[in-house]
């Protein structure tokens, strides 16, 4: 996944919106004024933070403990910064991104 597809993956998803908070070199995506996505544009690999349910977070990061890290600048609990290295699909890169995107939209 490149950081267009994520974008474009990102703006699908319904109330998005983009924007630019931390400066020019990080890309965040919210819904209704709470972050789901912060990536590093500058970032290679890409990287990418999402928000993920504890639990989950923890068995996620215990499966692929060389993509998934507790979140960088984030809360560790709450947040995991997922790796784009080619270990991860598109398609369960674009699910842990739908779990953030759903848990702020509660």
Not at 20 to 34: E, I, S
Not at 76 to 98: C, M
Request: with cysteine; charged share 25%; hydrophobic share 40%.
């Amino acid at each position: 996944m490149y950081i267009d597809e994520l974008r474009d993956f990102c703006l699908s998803l319904p109330a998005v919106e983009e924007c630019m908070p931390f400066g020019p070199n990080h890309l965040v995506f919210k819904h209704k004024l709470k972050i789901f996505l912060l990536v590093g544009l500058e970032d290679h690999p890409i990287r990418f933070n999402v928000k993920c349910n504890p639990e989950r977070a923890i068995a996620l990061r215990e499966s692929y403990p060389e993509s998934i890290l507790p979140g960088y600048h984030m809360n560790k609990k709450h947040w995991n910064t997922v790796y784009v290295d080619g270990r991860l699909s598109a398609g369960q890169l674009q699910e842990f991104i739908q779990h953030s995107y759903d848990l702020v939209k509660k």
